[in-house]
């Protein structure tokens, strides 16, 4: 295992890197925000160095959770961290890209979650592996909304963390497959900013009304605010 320093949750500890997907802000968020409920199967699309299903699996202690990357060294490290926490019994890591995962899968999942490892820029080159993550052409959303809906049941929620800027093409591209919000959060990165990243629940049916809040992470002073350390308390060492 690499000596290099790990990110210290409070209750686990993250090695990533060796991981197209570092711990980050956004798959903080998006572990913290994610609805657990009494949810059985979870499935994490594109999990990096697997902190977001460990996050999950802290939340929600009777949950079994699939992890999936087509990254090796991804996965080798996640298999690493789940090997390597209190809940590593219900947790695995699959080296498999969305499209063959979807194929030989046999089970639909009651949470489905991705901190997405693409945006929808065209970019013509992928010069590293960190930036496989960020390529349209690994997997474009629409083919990621098609096959996660194939995996979701009528009561299933698919949770995800976008760009502000993705907003409007995403919800459209969902509608296309029958994908509808049901919650949304606007992410605010510092009071009187614009909203930079927000966390959509979509599901196979219409609800109304939509639930809409927002979360600013940090005060005008770059403290962090109340609203995010009660949100990652059980998560984070601040």
């Known amino acids: 295992m690499s000596s290099s320093k790990p990110f210290y949750f409070k209750q686990f500890t993250i090695y990533d890197d060796s991981s197209t997907m570092k711990v980050n802000t956004d798959g903080v968020l998006l572990g913290a925000l994610a609805p657990v409920d009494n949810y059985q199967n979870i499935l994490e699309i594109g999990c990096g160095a697997g902190y977001i299903s460990i996050m999950l699996a802290q939340k929600n202690l009777n949950a079994s959770i699939t992890a999936i990357d087509i990254d090796h060294q991804s996965i080798a490290q996640a298999n ?65 909304l098609s096959l996660s809906s194939t995996l979701m049941n009528d009561y299933s929620k698919l949770c995800i963390i976008l760009s502000a800027e993705s907003y409007n093409s995403i919800i459209s591209l969902a509608r ?5 919000i049901s919650k949304q959060i606007n992410i605010i990165p510092r009071k009187n900013k614009k909203i930079s990243r927000v966390v959509l629940f979509l599901e196979k049916h219409l609800v109304y009304p939509i639930e809409v809040g927002n979360l ?18 059980d998560f984070l060492l601040l």
């Open 216 to 233: 600013i992470i940090r005060n005008e002073d770059l403290s962090y605010t109340k609203d995010f350390l009660e949100l990652t308390k």
């Open 80 to 144: 690493y961290n789940f090997r390597n926490c209190s809940w590593a019994n219900r947790l695995s890591a699959y080296n498999i890209s969305l499209e063959d995962f979807a194929k030989s899968s046999f089970n639909v999942f009651d949470l489905i979650i991705s901190n997405p490892p693409f945006y929808l820029e065209n970019y013509r080159s992928i010069k590293s592996q960190n930036l496989i993550a960020k390529h349209s052409t690994v997997l474009d959303f629409s083919n990621f």
């Open 176 to 180: 296309d497959y029958c994908l509808f």
